[in-house]
C-alpha cells in the first residue's frame, strides 16, 4: 500500500525559528553565572514561565513572584518589560527555508507555546512570523503542546489531515505528542540537525 505524501509543515517557533533562552536577557542583568542560573531555577522558572505559554496575565504572574521574592523584584520584572532581550536573534537557516517553502506554494502553520500578548509583541520584531496560512498559539487557547488537543485544534481549525502534516519541534515530548495524533515530526534539538535534507525526504520542493 503506498504512503501518501505529505504536503503541509507545521512549524514550532522557539529554537526552531526564534533563538529564545532567558538567559539571554539575564546574562545582562547578573554579573555571576551562577546566581542567573539560581535565580532562573528557583524564582523565575520554566515552570512559571509555562503558566504565561498557558494563558496567564503577566501582570499576575510578576506579582505572584514579587510577593515571595520581593528583593528580586528588578529582576522579576524585566523578565516580562524586557521580553524581547530574551530572544537573540533568528535561526536564519531554518527561517530561509520557511520563505523557500512559502515561496514553493507549501502550506505552512505553526503550533506555538507562547504568551498570547508577547507572540504578538514577537510578530512587529519578526515579521515573518505573521505570514503563516495558520497559527494556534497556546496561551491564547489555554492549550499547551503536548496535549494532543492543540494538535487537533490545528487540524479541525484549518480543516487539516494529520498525515498530510510534517510538524518540527525542539521538544522530543512534543514530537511525539503530534505522532500520537497522527502526524509526521521531525526532532529538531539543535542546529547539528540537516532540516533541509529532513524536509527534502518527505518530497518537499527545497
Not at 497522527?182 to 535534507?197: R, S, T
Request: overall charge negative.
Amino acid at each position: 500500500m503506498s504512503v501518501r505524501q505529505p504536503t503541509t509543515i507545521v512549524f514550532d517557533i522557539g529554537n526552531v525559528l526564534l533563538r529564545w533562552d532567558p538567559r539571554h536577557l539575564y546574562r545582562r542583568i547578573f554579573s555571576d553565572e551562577a546566581e542567573m542560573e539560581w535565580f532562573l531555577g528557583n524564582v523565575c522558572t520554566n515552570a512559571w514561565n509555562l503558566e504565561q505559554d498557558r494563558g496567564r496575565d503577566w501582570d499576575e504572574a510578576v506579582a505572584l513572584l514579587v510577593k515571595d521574592h520581593p528583593t528580586h523584584e528588578s529582576a522579576i520584572r524585566a523578565f516580562h518589560e524586557r521580553w524581547p532581550e530574551t530572544v537573540s536573534g533568528v535561526f536564519e537557516q531554518n527561517v530561509a527555508l520557511l520563505e523557500k517553502l512559502r515561496e514553493a506554494g507549501v502550506p505552512n502553520y505553526c503550533i506555538t507555546n507562547f504568551s498570547g500578548p508577547k507572540f504578538v509583541l514577537a510578530k512587529e520584531i519578526y515579521p515573518f512570523l505573521a505570514d503563516f496560512d495558520g497559527v494556534i498559539v497556546s496561551g491564547d487557547e489555554r492549550l499547551l503542546k503536548p496535549d494532543a488537543a492543540i494538535y487537533h485544534l490545528l487540524l479541525e481549525r484549518y480543516g487539516l489531515e494529520a498525515g498530510d502534516c510534517v510538524f518540527i519541534d525542539d521538544s522530543r515530548a512534543n514530537v511525539e505528542g503530534a505522532r500520537q495524533v497522527g502526524m509526521h515530526a521531525i526532532h529538531y534539538p539543535d542546529e547539528q540537525v540537516d532540516l533541509a535534507a529532513e524536509l527534502r525526504s518527505y518530497g518537499f520542493p527545497i
